[in-house]
């Protein structure tokens, strides 16, 4: 049988009411009487009933984290700050994957796990605006990244035009003038390779370097492996690049191995930039220069967004730096 509130009150010699507030983690309880009464709790092995408390409450502090691949290094990291910080503000997360499947994410977004949590974080690449329209759950959500047509719904992205912008501006200004632009998705629905594709033409424009249809390579994935091939079939052309602008940095570690096995000479023969740094970017031999989102950001203003009082939606615009390392630069000395 478990034991109820009372029996741990009378174990501590405590009211009632001096357990709920330990539970409950009310201020206002003096130390010596905090330990005592978690004393009690741990050798009674007392349960708080999470079902009564949710009632009771009105919430669960529970939020779901909706990411379509949680082994990909830019979402785990993004998973580990959103965990840490939700943490601080008495919030649990859980973490579903949905690896892309337009199904699982229309699942989810119309409630799957409504009956558990008090909102979610939503990073989704196949559901289409009208789902999002039609969403008629009403638990918040917050979309991280851009969606082309997510009108009426929250959401916190940094400005991909810019940071493609800046990411193009620099191999520019190193002198390249051959730059591809690696990772267009033309089937995906999520908005974030077009934007970053958008930024990389603007800062061509703004230079007066004519776009060239050919070096905008498309992907069918933003892994390694696709920007291993990618590359290689760009270096064996008749005129290969001489940088390349990868829309994430798994697709730029994977290009920079491609360049290792044609023995192309990174940043003197072949510039590099990716997106995202993730923790691998730094330890590559040249380290990845790359665009940085401020992840800690990015989690703060989403988790912001959930806590915030009904209202209209919001656009946020989390911060981001272009971190400039040596696959675009030869070390001075």
Known sequence: ??????????????????????????????????????????????????????????????IALVVPEIDSPYFAELAARTVRIAERRGLTVLIDQTDGDAEREKQLLHGRRSQLVDGVLFSPWAVAPAELAARTDTVPLVLLGEHDGAAGV????????????????????????????????????????????????????????????DLEVPVRRLHRVDGHCALLELLDRAEPPDAVFCFTDELALGALRAAADRGVSVPEDLALVGFDDIEDGRFSVPALTTVSPDKDRIAELALDRLAAEPGPPRSVVAPHRLLVRGTSVTPAG
């Open 1 to 62: 049988m478990n034991p109820k509130l009372r029996d741990v009150a009378e174990h501590a010699g405590v009211s009632v009411r001096t357990v709920s507030n330990v539970v409950n983690g009310f201020r206002y309880v003096a130390p010596a009487t905090r330990e005592r009464v978690q004393a009690s709790i741990d050798a009674l092995g007392y349960r708080p009933n999470m079902a009564a408390r949710t009632l009771r409450r009105g919430r669960t502090g529970l």
């Open 154 to 213: 929250d959401h916190v992205a940094i400005d991909n035009v810019a940071a493609a912008r800046e990411a193009t501006g620099h191999l520019l200004a190193t002198g390249r003038r051959r730059i591809a632009a690696l990772g267009i998705q033309p089937r995906s629905l999520n908005a974030t390779a077009r934007q970053r594709l958008a930024g990389y033409r603007q800062a061509l424009a703004e230079a007066g370097v004519p776009a060239d249809p």
